[in-house]
């Protein structure tokens, strides 16, 4: 028998066996939820109690209040997030990525809280992919979405590519264990066979709207006889399935971010758990997936909070425990708007294409909701997972500064050794076509000048063109030069030239380097009696073109050894070539 028809014939039997076999045991059904032990009482019966009870019956044991009547009558359960993870022993977290795209920052950050509070409680991280949308699904998204939760260091212990013992991890591959539960559900008279097509739903949708009411589903399939339902069958239609949702019952779940949160079911109607051609809905496979794999926690945006409803149902309908629910704000960009592409970069592989640091990205989305209630601002991860706790996550939502992540990132550059930070410089100019070789001692003595101006990495870019060319005659046309060029700029820079000419200048540097450099330069000052700033700024402006920059001695140093490292020679004018500029700039002034 196909899968479709067992459905169907459980649904049938469901209508005309369970409901009469259910009135003898109305007692019973109600003092499921008055004992302690419900043990006893099956799933059919749990949720049996669960549509028929009356006054609030507090479930304790799952940590959520389940409420009859009107929103306004309800019970508030009290609790503090804190305490809402009592009732399971062992902290089990997920993250659950749609393959069809790049890992999105907030996805990152959502992923990121969930690996810290597992740390922190010496819980387990779970990577499930959930990739039912085929149509959009993708290999090489979910491959890029691993090696980036990779590079920020979040690691996982059950996932697709490691295994474990509540696998499948991809819900792809789960397809059997959904049809089972959806079997479960249609035997016990909790879901059924819905037959109406896309016209109908479609004028049901309209209707709601013209009489300014939610709009759900109807319930015309809801009291299908078996006649109605063989008759649908014999004529080849394919039902979807849908799950009977209780009728003006306000369920309350307590967020461990936001506090209670409640819901009329009359807002949502019966509604889909498989679709007509058998693939199981989003809510229902994240339902049964949490609790197949033993999930005590769900972190997650805020966009998910409207279907903890669903969920809850679901997990309620099956005799599963639900896990402790926390739904992060939404990350925001600074015009408080949802950050999109208008707004630049806003995935993780364009973070890491941009040269930004893993441990400046995690940083500084840890803080974006979260605080410890510190002054402290830079953090290690060993920091973060010993310093994280739910508790100390905000509602409010939070603004992406990329000038602040910039910041950050330049904080975590200078925590990390020198060498490794030039480095990281060097392999980024070569990866940029700047740089023809990373081991040269131009390139090295590069990054050294250069190490303390990046906040990122590609700011080592126009630094290094700044210090390879020579705007003599754009800086001479500027106001501030203008005092430099009028305190007779030609006596230092024919002191240059000829210093260049003679050799004596080369022989410094090669002698003692930078400090050779000062020498000879202190020298020629004392004997035209300059120093200071008289002497260095137009000695600066001879020998670079500029009156700003990196220190004079290691700039000239830095070109005297270039040799074949500039990848574009079009970016560097040797110091022959500027002798020759500033020869010609001189013949111009008289």
Request: proline share 5%; glycine share 6%; aromatic share 8%.
């Amino acid at each position: 028998m196909g899968s479709h028809s067992l459905l169907c014939w459980s649904s049938s039997r469901a209508v005309s066996v369970l409901l009469p076999q259910l009135r003898p045991h109305r007692q019973r059904l109600q003092s499921c939820w008055t004992q302690s032990d419900h043990t006893s009482c099956s799933p059919r019966e749990r949720l049996c109690a669960f549509h028929a009870r009356q006054p609030l019956l507090q479930r304790s044991a799952h940590r959520y209040a389940a409420v009859s009547g009107k929103a306004e009558d309800a019970e508030v359960a009290e609790h503090k997030s804190s305490d809402l993870h009592k009732d399971h022993k062992d902290v089990r977290v997920r993250f659950a990525p749609s393959p069809t795209g790049t890992l999105h920052v907030g996805g990152a950050r959502t992923a990121l809280f969930n690996w810290l509070y597992a740390a922190k409680e010496g819980g387990k991280m779970i990577l499930r992919v959930e990739d039912t949308d085929q149509a959009r699904s993708t290999k090489e998204s979910e491959l890029e979405v691993m090696s980036d939760l990779a590079w920020l260091g979040i690691e996982w212990q059950e996932g697709p590519d490691v295994g474990g013992p509540y696998g499948p991890y991809r819900q792809s591959e789960r397809q059997e264990i959904y049809q089972k539960y959806a079997q479960q559900l249609v035997k016990e008279g909790m879901a059924y066979p819905d037959f109406c097509t896309e016209e109908e739903l479609s004028q049901m949708k309209r209707d709601a709207e013209a009489n300014h009411e939610p709009p759900v589903y109807t319930g015309k399939w809801s009291k299908a006889s078996q006649e109605e339902v063989d008759a649908m069958l014999s004529q080849g239609a394919k039902p979807a399935y849908r799950f009977r949702v209780p009728k003006d019952k306000t369920i309350t779940v307590p967020d461990a971010i936001r506090g209670d949160v409640s819901w009329n079911t009359d807002t949502l109607g019966d509604f889909i758990i498989l679709r007509s051609d058998g693939s199981p809905v989003y809510n229902f496979c994240v339902a049964v997936d949490d609790a197949l794999m033993k999930i005590s926690h769900v972190i997650r945006a805020e966009e998910h909070l409207p279907n903890t409803l669903r969920q809850i149902l679901i997990f309620e309908a099956l005799g599963f425990t639900p896990p402790v629910f926390g739904h992060l704000s939404l990350i925001l960009a600074p015009d408080r708007s949802k950050m999109s592409k208008r707004h630049g970069a806003t995935s993780v592989t364009e973070f890491r294409g941009l040269g930004y640091l893993p441990q400046a990205i995690n940083n500084y989305l840890s803080l974006l909701g979260w605080n410890e209630g510190t002054e402290q601002e830079v953090y290690s991860l060993d920091e973060l997972k010993e310093k994280f706790s739910l508790d100390r996550i905000t509602k409010s939502g939070a603004i992406f500064d990329r000038t602040k992540l910039s910041w950050m990132n330049g904080q975590h550059l200078k925590l990390l050794p020198h060498a490794e930070v030039d480095n990281l410089i060097t392999q980024h100019l070569v990866e940029r076509n700047l740089l023809s070789k990373e081991g040269s001692p131009f390139a090295q003595t590069a990054a050294e000048m250069l190490r303390e101006s990046v906040e990122v990495l590609p700011d080592a870019e126009p630094g290094l063109k700044h210090m390879l060319e020579y705007p003599l005659r754009q800086t001479a046309s500027t106001e501030d030069a203008r005092e430099v060029l009028d305190d007779n700029f030609a006596e230092v820079a024919n002191a240059v030239l000829q210093a260049w000419e003679s050799g004596e200048l080369q022989a410094a540097m090669q002698e003692k380097g930078p400090a050779g450099f000062k020498s000879w330069l202190n020298k020629m000052g004392k004997g035209m009696g300059r120093k200071g700033k008289r002497c260095w700024m137009p000695a600066r402006v001879a020998l670079t073109g500029s009156m700003h920059g990196c220190e004079l001695p290691q700039l000239v140093s830095l070109l005297l050894a270039e040799d074949g490292d500039i990848a574009d020679k079009s970016l560097i004018v040797p110091l022959g070539d500027r002798m020759e500029q500033l020869k010609a700039f001189l013949a111009e002034q008289h």
